[in-house]
């Protein structure tokens, strides 16, 4: 444990490389401590025999280690209030009556990489959590409808789904009525299989254009089944802009280890609470710090996670978080 002065000598360095991402020299520490340079330079060669502190081959000046950001996030930050202006941000997107709990999540994710600057990623139900709750059309032209399949989560799906002009409205209700009496409760990873051995076996007793019907549904409950298990990017490319982040290499590094779906579905938090996960811990990339945190939204659940540098305003990030997890789990 860190004595006082230490602990502030960290926690300055640790503030002040996090907005400028420049090493920081011992003189801007004993400006803001008012002691003397030999005992600011004294306590900075402490911090870094400790590995809290590392130096660079550029500057005479320090960056914080992992070491040093975990010993700061565990013991001397105090998350930052969300400001009045993005707390209004939110509010209108949790005030919009009009969207569902995946548009919701899903714009609120936009507010937060926007607010800031990285990125941001949900991961929800998958698609065996979410139960077929209902299947409506509507005609839009000659030959087209719009479907939508809602589930009991509050997941909806629209589909534009364009079929044979001898194909009437009224055969396409029937399959529709039939699909909400048989199917409606079905977790939506198992519908592919209850249409191929319970709808398409008694298909053709209602409806004459049975196959092409029955292939353009299950074409779209499959794509469906896709979109329900599917993880929601915000700002990928926020990497860029990060000083940190200039090599190109890099960041397509990064940006490939986002296109494994096996990488993201590990963000998935097991824990209570926000956690925070630097660098190595990320078991991302040794330069990204991951921080996340569960939700659970009219009984939706999932988890939010948001990616940036080691150079993360984590206090910011925290506060942010909070702030949402606080508000989801609070609405009824």
Do not use: W
Not at 60 to 74: F, L, T
Not at 202 to 227: G, M, N, R, W
Not at 241 to 252: A, T
């Amino acid at each position: 444990m860190l004595n006082e002065r230490r602990s502030e000598v960290l926690r300055i360095i640790v503030e002040e490389y996090i907005k400028s991402a420049h090493p920081v020299g011992s003189d801007y520490v004993c400006k803001k401590l008012k002691c003397s340079s030999a005992t600011v330079r004294n306590e900075m060669m402490y911090l870094e025999e400790l590995g809290y502190l590392e130096k660079t081959h550029t500057s005479s000046g320090r960056v914080p280690s992992e070491e040093g950001y975990r010993y700061y996030v565990d013991k001397l930050m105090k998350p930052k209030n969300i400001t009045g202006e993005d707390m209004l941000k939110l509010q209108t997107i949790f005030r919009n009556n009009s969207l569902v709990i995946s548009d919701t999540i899903k714009k609120s994710l936009e507010i937060i990489s926007d607010i800031t600057n990285y990125t941001t990623i949900a991961l929800g139900n998958t698609a065996r959590e979410n139960k077929l709750k209902k299947v409506e059309t509507v005609p839009l032209d000659e030959n087209k409808i719009l479907t939508m399949m809602i589930t009991d989560k509050g997941f909806v799906e629209h589909k534009n789904m364009v079929l044979p002009s001898d194909i009437s409205t009224k055969e396409v209700k029937q399959i529709v009525d039939l699909i909400n009496k048989l199917l409606v409760g079905t977790p939506i990873n198992e519908i592919s299989s209850k249409l191929e051995f319970e709808i398409k076996p008694i298909i053709p007793k209602y409806v004459k254009q049975h196959e092409v019907l029955y292939d353009a549904f299950y074409t779209a409950f499959s794509e469906f089944k896709e979109k329900a298990s599917e993880v929601h990017f915000v700002g990928k490319n926020n990497f860029l802009n990060q000083p940190e982040f200039s090599n190109v290499d890099k960041v397509k590094d990064i940006l490939a280890k986002f296109d494994n779906i096996n990488n993201i579905k590990a963000m998935k938090e097991e824990n209570g609470g926000i956690n925070i996960y630097i660098g190595e811990e990320s078991e991302l990339d040794s330069d990204v710090s991951v921080i996340k945190t569960k939700y659970n939204y009219n009984g939706e659940e999932g988890t939010i996670a948001i990616v940036g540098p080691k150079r993360m305003e984590y206090d910011k990030v925290v506060g942010i978080l909070d702030y949402i997890k606080n508000h989801f789990e609070n609405t009824k």
